[in-house]
């Protein structure tokens, strides 16, 4: 090294990955670009149930390769997934307008039934990355489908919602979101909640920030953006019918989490016992990295933050009950 450069402040180079992606619809073609921009990538499988659609897809990407980073894009079978470091599955029914996340349950559930043992034959040491619908649902029937360990089955959970929240404060105050530390925990869906008593903008909570800032702070203030928030996905699907660039962005910076093995504290979603609640996938800050999602803690909350988390968790375990999933 000479003497003028410097160690990398990342823990780990990155080392050339292959990741693949089963379901290669707006969701997982989204996160095939993203992911081809990001130049972290060396190799990226495409698997679908329509392999015209994969083809086409493989197609229009290569076209961007010679005008971006170069990385592969091939379409695949599930034997293509052997060297993947993670396999994002996005494949599955999405929501028509109105429609609401667990109403996918009984019919993804089945899809994710088909998928999982097909990856875990060929990548047995492989990282998942859970995206479909209800993810937490999902991210728990991989769980069991897959008999992986906790921490490498990830559902994409509440980061995308947390993202979301951080944007509609910051334009609420009129800052970037990037100077916003919030987030939402529970269900990536209805019952999800914004940790308000923890959100902070330059170290100040939001009363004070606000008293400072001189701007209004009231609690109906508060639920119109957690509100515009939750039912994000409702608004867009109602005009565009899905939703795509922001998972894809949230699942291109979990894998980043993974490969630059970061220990990014992220709302990912993974099996645990949340809140006294036992044996269930949500989200809270969970530490990300090289091996995996670790739930290093359940945040402190107020006590009708609290109440609210509890019927999050028991939500899903509902659910899970409800397709035999103990
Ligand atoms: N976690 C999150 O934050 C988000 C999750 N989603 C979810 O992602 C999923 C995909 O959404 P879209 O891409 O919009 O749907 P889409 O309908 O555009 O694509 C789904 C793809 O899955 C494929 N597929 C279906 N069954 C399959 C199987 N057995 N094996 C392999 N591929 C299969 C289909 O051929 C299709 O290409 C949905 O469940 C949706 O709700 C969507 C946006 C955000
Ligand atoms: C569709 C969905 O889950 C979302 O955009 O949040």
């Known amino acids: 090294?000479?003497?003028?450069?410097?160690?990398?402040?990342?823990?780990?180079?990155?080392?050339?990955?292959?990741?693949?992606?089963?379901?290669?619809?707006?969701?997982?073609?989204?996160?095939?670009?993203?992911?081809?921009?990001?130049?972290?990538?060396?190799?990226?499988?495409?698997?679908?149930?329509?392999?015209?659609?994969?083809?086409?897809?493989?197609?229009?990407l290569n076209h961007a390769a010679p005008m971006t980073t170069e990385t592969q894009v091939r379409?695949?079978?599930?034997?293509?997934?052997?060297?993947?470091?993670?396999?994002?599955?996005?494949?599955?029914?999405?929501?028509?307008?109105?429609q609401t996340r667990m109403e996918l349950a009984a019919k993804n559930a089945k899809i994710i039934e088909e998928i999982?043992?097909?990856?875990?034959?060929?990548?047995?040491?492989?990282?998942?990355?859970?995206?479909?619908?209800?993810?937490?649902?999902?991210t728990y029937a991989s769980y069991k489908l897959s008999g992986f360990p906790t921490s490498r089955v990830i559902g994409s959970g509440t980061l995308l919602d947390s993202t979301r929240l951080r944007c509609n404060i910051g334009r609420y105050y009129n800052i970037s979101s990037d100077s916003v530390d919030a987030c939402i925990i529970g269900e990536h869906g209805d019952s999800?909640?914004?940790?308000?008593?923890?959100?902070?903008?330059?170290?100040?909570?939001?009363?004070?920030?606000?008293?400072?800032?001189?701007?209004?702070?009231?609690?109906?203030s508060l639920h119109k953006i957690f509100e515009h928030t939750r039912d994000a996905a409702y608004n867009i699907i109602k005009r565009k019918g899905y939703t795509a660039y922001g998972i894809a962005a949230a699942l291109t910076r979990i894998v980043e989490a993974v490969l630059r093995d970061e220990g990014s504290l992220l709302t990912v979603s993974i099996v645990g016992d949340y809140y006294g609640i036992k044996?269930?996938?949500?989200?809270?800050?969970?530490?990300?990295?090289?091996?995996?999602?670790?739930?290093?803690?359940?945040?402190?909350?107020?006590?009708?933050?609290?109440?609210?988390?509890?019927?999050?968790?028991?939500?899903?375990?509902?659910?899970c009950d409800s397709l035999g999933l103990k």
């Open 75 to 98: 379409v695949g079978e599930y034997s293509d997934c052997v060297d993947a470091a993670i396999v994002i599955i996005a494949g599955g029914a999405n929501q028509k307008p109105g």
């Open 192 to 220: 999800e909640l914004a940790v308000w008593s923890r959100a902070t903008i330059a170290g100040m909570n939001l009363a004070e920030f606000s008293a400072a800032t001189k701007q209004e702070y009231d609690k109906e």
């Open 116 to 138: 999982i043992p097909n990856v875990v034959k060929y990548a047995p040491d492989t990282i998942l990355l859970i995206a479909t619908n209800p993810v937490d649902v999902l």
């Open 279 to 319: 044996n269930v996938a949500l989200s809270v800050p969970t530490k990300v990295g090289r091996d995996g999602a670790h739930h290093i803690m359940d945040l402190t909350l107020n006590e009708k933050e609290n109440e609210e988390v509890k019927n999050s968790a028991k939500k899903i375990r509902a659910a």
């Open 1 to 60: 090294m000479s003497k003028y450069s410097q160690k990398s402040i990342l823990k780990t180079d990155l080392r050339p990955a292959t990741i693949a992606i089963v379901g290669v619809g707006s969701v997982g073609a989204t996160t095939a670009y993203t992911l081809q921009l990001s130049g972290m990538i060396a190799d990226i499988v495409l698997i679908d149930i329509n392999k015209d659609k994969a083809e086409g897809e493989y197609m229009d």
